[in-house]
């Protein structure tokens, strides 16, 4: 990990009381959690 650089792993769960997510939903929500954390966070999503 490069200095000045942090590795954290978070879990989270989807779901939905009106109806049962598509995979197209899932996707939506993963891209608005990853905008906002890089946002707020500046956190950037390694592969």
Same mark, same amino acid.
């Given at each position: 990990?490069?200095?000045?650089?942090k @590795?954290?792993? =978070?879990? =989270?769960w989807? &779901? @939905?009381?009106? *109806?049962? %997510? @598509? @995979?197209? #939903?899932? #996707? %939506? %929500?993963?891209?608005?959690?990853? *905008? /906002?954390?890089? =946002?707020?966070l500046? &956190? /950037? %999503?390694?592969?």
């Amino acid at each position: 990990m490069p200095e000045g650089k942090k @590795s954290v792993m =978070f879990r =989270f769960w989807l &779901a @939905s009381d009106e *109806k049962t %997510l @598509s @995979s197209g #939903d899932i #996707d %939506l %929500l993963r891209e608005r959690l990853l *905008k /906002k954390l890089e =946002f707020v966070l500046g &956190a /950037k %999503l390694r592969y």
